[in-house]
């Protein structure tokens, strides 16, 4: 590594401007040219701030601040960095120079000044400084260059995760834009009744999943018009099973409740739903949450086997299934929000030529609302 340390800037702070004088006159003769100084050591803070030297020749006896008050203001703003210090001591002095090792200093000149022993310890005391600039540097990079990758596995995830509930989509639903309103909306509900901004980010996530187990049902059973018979039923009453399945075993927080949504979102608030029955709380909130959203949107729009739904009419039989189909305090948050998720689903509408990832990716950075 080259280190230019013509470049580097020095702090002065000396209360006898005859010191300064000479300092600066050896530095000038050196080839530096960056350097402020000061004979009031009040002022030294402010300058070390503005100024954000690489060096400071720092004076040990003088009025109001001493060096070595000085010293503790500056390692205060330097917490996490290397407190570049040389002190200016008498020869004679040498408790004060002790205690100013001790106080951080980094070394010392002794007064009267040898010129050859100032350039000289100058020089070394920058050549360690701007290395560790440059380690410093290097290190900020690197972490960029995590950060950047972090959030490129983030997208391919994100990506990874809404295909997967698209596959499941197409299959009864062809422009996927289905996935993307529920999981707002889903969001939407959760954030209403006070979920955490990062719950309701897994939530928005992990909902395009909820019906992934579709992939396992036969289409001469997903693609029947009108009424299933018992038989059929029964098949299509696996999707909440198999979804889980595909879905389980996964360390990730968004995969982890994508299982527990794709197994509990057509559970019923009155124990009627599958596969188990389950019955008010018994049912996972994410389930709770995502059946009325699922259901809110199915009712909005439009499906090859129904017209769509005008939003009254979609609200009523909402409304119709609280206490049964779904959670009562949920059916009351998603009226009280019921502008909002309008909002949403007439943002997103169903379009054969959208770009559904496009879409998709924007509604994941939405934050949740
Ligand atoms: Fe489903
Ligand atoms: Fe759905």
Known sequence: MKVDFLKAKILIVDDEQA?????????????????????????????????????????????????????????????????????????????????????????Y???????????????????????????????Q???????????????????????????????DNETGMHVIRMSRLSANLAKKIGLTDDECQI????????????????DEILLIPGKLNEKEWEIMRKHPEIGAEILSGSQSAVMKMAETIALSHQERWDGSGYPNNLKGEEIPLAGRIVAICDVFD???????????????????????????????????????????????VKELPDNESANVLKVYRKNCSHNAA
Do not use: C, W
């Open 19 to 107: 010191n300064i004088a000479l300092l600066e006159d050896v530095l000038d003769s050196e080839g530096y040219t960056l350097f402020k100084s000061t004979v009031d050591s009040r002022k030294a803070l402010d300058l070390y701030k503005e100024f954000g030297p690489d060096l400071v020749l720092l004076d040990l006896n003088m009025p109001h601040l001493d060096g070595f008050q000085v010293m503790e203001q500056l390692k205060e703003v330097e917490e996490n960095s290397y407190a570049p210090i040389l002190v200016l001591t008498a020869q004679s002095d040498r408790n004060s120079r002790l205690r100013a090792l001790a106080a951080g200093a980094r070394d």
């Open 109 to 139: 000149i002794e007064k009267p000044f040898d010129i050859t022993e100032v350039t000289q310890r100058i020089s070394n005391m920058l050549e360690i400084r701007l290395l560790h600039n440059q380690v410093r540097n290097q290190n």
């Open 141 to 171: 990079i690197l972490e960029d260059k995590v950060k950047e990758r972090t959030h490129e596995l983030e997208e391919t995830r994100q990506e990874a995760v809404l295909r997967l509930g698209r596959a499941a989509e197409y299959r």
């Open 203 to 218: 939530m928005l996530q992990a909902s395009p999943m909820h019906d992934v187990g579709k992939i396992g049902i036969p």
């Open 298 to 344: 199915a009712l909005t729009s439009k499906r090859y086997y129904k017209e769509a739904f005008s939003i009254e009419k979609s609200m009523e039989i909402i409304e119709q299934g609280s206490g049964k189909d779904f959670e009562p305090r949920l059916v009351e948050a998603f009226k009280q929000a019921l502008p909002e998720m309008i909002r949403i």
